[in-house]
């Protein structure tokens, strides 16, 4: 899938006095369907949803998420890392119950 | 070795080797746990037994939310080593909503946006070591968002 599929923000926040994180922030595209839902023709929408969330940075796991049918449609997710430098890679990838996936990398600043 | 049995080893060795890499993901992801309509079903699946409250997880959450489908949840955990963080909604059809999980210098905070079929609490879980601590919110719904 093309990048279109998620929108993604990683920006080194706070001071060394209170200490400093990296806050990343993702829009995801995806219906997210639960299969309880009919259409206009009364028929069930079939579960469509994702089910795994990983996000690396410089390569290395920081965080693994399962997730079920009751995130909101167009997932969004924000996670603070304080091991990332500007300029290192922070990466998120998703896969769904039908076996799609997107990936979206992006450099801290 | 007899025909019979070479057909058996063969068939069995196709099997794993196409099936094995499709269920790579299937394995990680909880069905047990995510497809449960009970909370505390939710709960034994992900092998929690027992769990303190504690309000060093801090949970932000509207009061009261006009339509259940979009409602903004932040949790906090100060406790300290905490590796997980479950969030659950107790009257959703599926009451587990997500399952993070925190490595290599991420920390315990997350933010991201649930859907709430009525008026229900919100019942987080954190693991820290082989300890569960719990906090919740109430939220009142106005408008459904589970459908």
Redesign the interface.
């Known amino acids: 899938m093309t990048s279109d599929n998620m929108k993604m923000r990683a920006q080194l926040k706070g001071d060394a006095a209170s200490g400093s994180y990296t806050e990343v922030k993702v829009l995801m595209s995806h219906p997210m369907d639960t299969g309880r839902k009919k259409d206009d023709f009364d028929r069930l929408i079939p579960a469509h949803f994702v089910q795994l969330v990983t996000a690396t940075l410089n390569g290395k796991t920081v965080l693994e998420a399962q997730w079920g049918t009751g995130i909101s449609k167009n997932p969004y997710l924000t996670f603070r890392l304080t091991s990332a430098k500007i300029g290192d890679t922070i990466s998120v990838t998703w896969h769904d119950n039908l076996g799609e996936t997107a990936t979206q990398n992006i450099i801290v600043t | 070795m007899q025909r019979r049995d070479f057909i058996k080893l063969i068939s069995g060795a196709f099997a794993l080797a196409f099936i094995a890499p499709m269920n790579a ?1 299937a394995a ?3 069905k047990a746990a ?2 449960t309509t009970k909370l505390n079903e939710a709960e034994k699946n992900l092998e929690i037994n027992s769990e303190k409250l504690s309000q060093e997880i801090l949970i932000t959450l509207p009061d009261k939310a006009e339509n259940g ?4 949840i ?1 949790v906090k955990s100060n406790i300290p080593n905490t590796e997980a963080i479950s969030i659950l ?1 107790e009257k ?3 009451p ?12 315990p ?7 709430m079929a009525e008026t229900s609490d919100v019942k987080v879980i954190v693991k820290a070591g082989n300890q569960y601590f719990t906090n919740a919110k109430n939220v009142v719904v106005l408008e459904n ?3």
């Open positions: 993901f990680i992801w909880n995510f497809e489908a979009i409602v903004q932040e909604v959703n059809p599926t587990l909503i997500a399952h993070f999980k925190f490595s290599n210098g991420a920390e905070f997350v933010v991201t946006r649930i859907k968002g589970c459908g």
